[in-house]
């Protein structure tokens, strides 16, 4: 058995920002899960229905893993990053820092971790692994998974093995917080105006602002859309408030990282983005609403009213990052 002492098992609420956390916190860093959100320049948005997807995918932050490149590159840390087709290697990739005293991080499909209730393939997952037996991994996952986790060593072969969509090949990683790293009072507007700019400017019209805008076009066809309607809008709702995937949980991160900046000087470009991503965030739970509504009930009116909200929200996020931008 090998085990990583001293780890913060905490769960926050988005898991890249909790592995993370774990991660900064062995090496002496202790930052807010917002502040790690807004510096790794997270926020962002696109809508995605490519062929052979059973139902479309609100995506509100950066893909997987941009996070952390951010963070990594925009305060000087030592990101270590692996990856391999050998399921023998990525087992030494894991086990060699561990046994050294240093948790993992792990990008790998949820779908095969055995604490997983929901069973829906999420290729774009990341936890930190601080120890081992002969079984089982010991995690830690957000809090709505349960914080410090543990998951049989055979599924966590499969969820990092598996192929498809946002999936990795057997990545995993290690964080190394050296001495002369930038501040993150430095980092600050930097981070926040490359946020807003990529935010602004989306090389296509799934991404960003843009992306809302289509989001308000396509989601009142979403009945017709659906061979399932009473099992697909519901599972969207709840993935899009619960974890996230295009609705409040980042709203509400990148709101109280601007209120964290706010606090650190006056700057009416910084309250302007504070204050309407409160609105966002509030607005965006409407919509998760609406669509479980009508997915219950079958009656696209409510899909049509997701759509109205959809359509103030690409306009709200527009004039924030706007404001943002001119930092």
Sequence with gaps: MAMVEGIDSRGMQHCETTALDVLLRHEGLDVSEPMLFGLGCGL???YWDAKGMDFPFLGGRVKPFELTRNLAAGLGLELLVEETTSARKAWQHVARPIDAGRPVGLQL?????DYFTTKVHFGGHIVAMYGYDEQQAYLVDTEQQGGAVSTGLA???????????????????????PTGRTS???????????????????PIANLGHRGIEKAA??????????????EDLPRAALLLE???TGGALFRNLYRDFLAECAGLGENSHLRT?????????VLWTQVAALIAT????????????????????ARIEHDAMRALSML
């Excluded at 219950?296 to 959809?310: F, M």
Aim: aromatic residues 6%.
């Design 242 to 244: 619960k974890a996230g």
């Design 273 to 281: 983005g504070h204050r309407l991503y409160a609105e966002a965030a």
């Design 217 to 230: 076009k396509q989601v009142p066809t979403w009945l017709q859309r659906s061979e399932n309607p009473r």
């Design 184 to 202: 993150l009072r430095d980092r600050i507007t930097p981070a926040i105006t490359a946020c807003a700019e990529a935010f602004l400017n989306p």
């Design 155 to 177: 599924g966590l072969a499969k969820a990092r093995a598996e192929r498809g969509p946002m999936t990795a090949r057997h990545r995993s990683f290690t964080v190394v917080v």
């Design 44 to 46: 962002s948005f696109i």
């Design 109 to 113: 499909d949820s779908y095969h971790l």
């Design 294 to 313: 009508a997915g219950h009930s079958g009656d696209a009116k409510h899909l049509v009213q997701a759509g109205a909200v959809l359509s103030e929200l």
